[in-house]
């Protein structure tokens, strides 16, 4: 069972470079989030998609743009990468309503930009 | 607005025994929920457990328990005898429902626990 799948693992970019990190969940959950890991600052959440067709801002959104492909797949990009958006990317997945809302985790995309 | 904060970067306890986090957080939605996850050094992040608001009882799942103070808007975890395997990284964190409807999590900076035999 895959659960949550994020790809790539790892990725070094240069400044002013774009790209694209994936992730694709299998467990049927409406919503699907995006956060970045950085050290002493906890999981800054960046954008997230409570269903398909909809997304919206996270607490860091800038410099970041999201795209709900379909229920399965939610993809970030970055667009012109910055040194200060090094970090530890985790895209999760949850039920839109009802239950706890627990969220299940993908293992994490660390990113590094020159 | 939606804040969770953690006090404690870092926490020693001797193996076997127990131990509190502190999590206090702020929300004007009366309909939230509360969780504490687990994130070891090999980096995945493990759901330990979670509180509704509107629960009576404080959550326990197995040597994790959860110390609702909805009145003083904090939610402890404690665990009990730990373990070696115990040292990590913990996150608080509160969902509440979004703009776009749905649930949107946000999570607080965190505490290691060093468990020492």
């Known amino acids: 069972n895959a659960g949550v799948t994020q790809t790539p693992k790892f990725q070094v970019l240069k400044t002013g470079q774009s790209m694209t990190l994936q992730c694709a969940q299998d467990?049927?959950?409406?919503?699907m989030y995006w956060y970045r890991q950085d050290p002493g600052m906890g999981l800054r959440l960046i954008y997230y998609s409570a269903s398909e067709g909809t997304t919206d801002k996270g607490e860091v959104p800038n410099g970041y743009n999201v795209s709900r492909l379909n229920k399965r797949e939610f993809s970030l990009r970055l667009e012109s990468a910055a040194p200060s958006q090094t970090s530890v990317y985790f895209c999760a997945s949850s039920v839109r309503t009802g239950n706890t809302g627990e969220l299940f985790f993908g293992e994490g995309s660390r990113l590094t930009v020159l | 607005a939606q804040k969770i904060t953690q006090t404690q970067p870092g926490m020693f306890v001797q193996e076997k025994e127990a131990v509190t986090l502190d999590c206090t957080y702020d929300t004007s939605d009366p309909s939230y929920g509360l969780f504490w996850y687990k994130q070891p050094s090999s980096g995945e992040m493990i759901f330990l457990i979670y509180?509704?608001?509107?629960?009576?009882q404080n959550a326990t799942e197995g040597r994790y328990s959860l110390n609702f103070q909805k009145a003083r808007k904090s939610a402890n975890l404690v665990i009990s005898a730990s373990q070696l395997g115990d040292s990590a990284m913990y996150f608080c964190?509160?969902?509440?429902?979004?703009?776009?409807?749905?649930?949107?999590?946000?999570f607080g900076a965190g505490t290691r626990l060093f468990v020492k035999a």
């Open positions: 964190a509160m969902r509440e429902v979004g703009n776009t409807g749905g649930f949107k999590t946000i």
């Open positions: 509180q509704g608001s509107y629960d009576q």
């Open positions: 467990m049927n959950h409406n919503s």
